[in-house]
């Protein structure tokens, strides 16, 4: 038979049948559209993780301290804010290490910050002129701190947008304002531009200072509680690091590495970690929504099946008149293909639908890709294929003269 006769019964067949092809094409719809939906869910909690470490700066290394000791205030604490790192390591960092585009130290906390009648409690930093270009973040109004700031111990702040938000009210400009910090004065000099975030990692919702005055007004410290240092470009972070540890390890005169009181973590790496993990989380989501791809396959399997009882007649008259066995194989099969790709086709268009439904009225990011869109397309072609076989070829054994008196 040639393919267009092919294609014309298929099309009688099925349509013969509606509520039934209808039903068997729904559930190709469902498990097409889920698989769409979950790799795209997946993908954008992916991009969003992503997007939310580079945000914190461009080819970052950020230098910590390595054991327990007084924090910002004096308290003891874990690995991450000991008195282990000073100015100085920075300074020999920027002067010694090559590669290195920045150098700049912190020391962070948090305080209660009041402005007359309002309040909030959130994190300050004190920092030094080169920290925005460190971080990737810049001014919306009035200035940053600089370097006569620092040096003369100014008390002087800029505030994040959140914090500006909270303490004077959305979209107003708070330069030149007085704030307190734990009770203390800080003239306002600048607001920074919106960055964006969430919870601890929220860079709208900070106030930072020069570094010496929180030294000296709030921590009552020389030392600093991180020193974030910008690589020249992405190919140079690794040999940016190792410097960064050769030169340490000779700064505290340790011989063993493994007894570092300091440890470099690398901006690419804590990525990687990050898009391996979100990676499984999308495989993980893709799974369990291609099962119900399978149960499609088996309901297409189930329909075909029973086709094949009620046109058994047929199926001997065909034979009867010179059809050959793989005639009747290709007309079935050919059914199951149509139906998987009508409902693939359809299942593609609901999953998009249902991604930039979720992205637009949740707050969760989706990414939809042509790859998962012809994934799902390949695979529902293919379990149409796969499921419709046995079907098929059970047609194409029936005998002739069995099949006429089949009843």
């Known amino acids: 038979m040639k393919t267009s006769d092919l294609l014309q019964e298929a099309g009688v067949a099925l349509s013969s049948n509606k509520a039934r092809s209808g039903l068997t094409v729904l559930g190709i719809v469902i498990g097409i559209a889920s698989v769409i939906a979950m790799i795209a869910v997946g993908q954008g909690a992916s991009m969003d993780i992503q997007n939310r470490i580079e945000s914190l700066g461009s080819n970052l290394l950020t230098v910590t301290p390595g054991f327990g000791g007084g924090g910002f205030g004096g308290a003891r604490s874990s690995r991450g804010s000991a008195t ?3 100015v100085e390591d920075a300074l020999a960092i920027a002067d010694e290490v090559a590669g290195v585009a920045a150098v700049a130290p912190e020391l962070s906390g948090r305080y209660q910050i009041v402005y007359k009648s309002q309040n ?19 001014l919306s109004s009035g200035a940053f701190i600089s370097s006569r700031d620092y040096e003369s111990g100014a008390k002087v702040a800029v505030l ?7 303490l004077f009210g959305e979209g107003v400009d708070p330069v030149g304002e007085t704030i307190k910090i734990n009770r203390i004065s800080f003239k306002v000099i600048g607001v920074m531009e919106v960055k964006g975030g969430t919870g601890f990692t ?8 020069p570094l010496s005055t929180a030294q000296r007004v709030l921590a009552g410290s020389e030392h600093v509680s991180s020193i974030g240092v910008q690589a020249a470009d992405k190919d140079s972070m690794t040999f940016v690091q190792n410097g960064i540890t050769q030169t340490l390890l000779s700064r505290h005169n340790i011989a063993d590495p493994a007894s570092a009181d300091f440890s470099v973590i690398n901006q690419a790496d804590i990525v990687s970690t990050a898009t391996e993990a979100t990676d499984t989380f999308t495989t993980l989501l893709a799974a369990i929504a291609a099962i119900s791809l399978i149960v499609g396959g088996i309901g297409i399997m189930n329909m075909m099946l029973t086709s094949v009882t009620e046109r058994t007649r047929e199926i001997g008259l065909r034979k009867a008149i ?15 293909v149509m139906l998987t790709m009508v409902g693939g086709s359809i299942g593609v268009l609901v999953g998009i639908g249902i991604a930039v439904g979720i992205s637009r009225f949740t707050a969760t990011s989706t990414d939809i890709s042509l790859g998962s869109i012809a994934l799902a397309f390949g695979v529902s072609t293919a379990i149409g294929i796969v499921f419709g076989y046995y079907p098929a070829t059970k047609a ?3 005998k002739p003269i069995e099949a006429l008196r089949y009843e």
């Open 322 to 336: 010179g059809a050959k066995g793989r005639d009747v194989t290709m007309q079935f099969l050919l059914e199951a």
């Open 202 to 209: 929220n860079q709208d919702d900070q106030v930072y200072i």
């Open 160 to 166: 994040g947008p959140t914090t500006r938000d909270d």
């Open 120 to 138: 909030t409690n959130t994190s300050v930093i004190g920092t030094v002129e080169t920290y925005p270009q460190v971080r990737s973040i810049a």
């Open 84 to 86: 282990t790192l000073t």
């Open 396 to 398: 194409a054994k029936l």
